[in-house]
């Protein structure tokens, strides 16, 4: 089975994820590694955005 790209570890809140998510794995419970994945998948919708903010502009007239 081949797993899919990850992003960098961006927090100890991203490694514990995927720690629990390993965890499950191993273990065989689909249940924790459900959760582990949520907790994932959650934490990096949050860094990702799929705009740029945008940027405040000047005003150029006086």
Known sequence: MSV???????????????IKEAIGI?????????EGSAEVDAIE?????P???P???RSTRK
């Open 4 to 18: 899919p790209e990850r992003r960098k570890i961006l927090s100890s809140d991203h490694a514990r994820a995927l």
């Open 26 to 34: 191993i273990e065989g419970d689909r249940e924790i590694e459900a």
């Open 51 to 53: 705009t740029p903010k």
């Open 55 to 57: 940027k405040p502009r």
């Open 45 to 49: 919708a949050a860094h990702t955005s």
